[in-house]
């Protein structure tokens, strides 16, 4: 014969924890958490400027070299400062959205704006460029800009509703 278990009227009840009632719906819920990841496609595009250009600076020789056109050298030695430019712009474009996360879509915006324009002036000068793997990835931040700037816009436009 086995024991009977205890009775459950004598067992030690367990304490549970209060019930945390979340503000807002799930659609504000989900707007919010996009907007506070708007910083991250941001580090990404800046991680990656910021490897093209260190690359474009080591490709970028001291002084020209012999066989070398005066053309390709300038174009090179442009290329390695937008590079750094626009690593920069992104760098700072990351800290903005990390310093006020309510507000990150704005340099969301301003960076698939920036990223675009510099994506198509690179397919203006190199149309070969257009077929490369590169270009995937472009579309991939891209589209990662563009869903965080909507994130940020649905949640200010829920925002204003719930006032």
Partial sequence: MTKNPQDPAKR????????????????????????KGASGPLLLTAILTSVSAILAWY????????????????????????????????????????RSPKRGHIPALVGCILYSLASLARVVLNPVALLSIGTLLTVAILLALVSATRAGFRYEKLQAQQN
Avoid: N
């Fill in 12 to 35: 030690p009840q367990r304490r549970r924890a209060p019930k945390v009632r979340k503000r807002g719906s799930v659609a504000m819920r989900h707007a919010e958490r996009g907007v």
């Fill in 59 to 98: 490709l970028v020789p001291s002084r020209r070299p012999s066989g070398m056109s005066i053309d390709l050298f300038q174009l090179i030695e442009i290329l390695a400062w937008t590079e750094a430019a626009l690593a920069a712009v992104f760098w700072a474009l990351y800290a903005s959205a990390r």
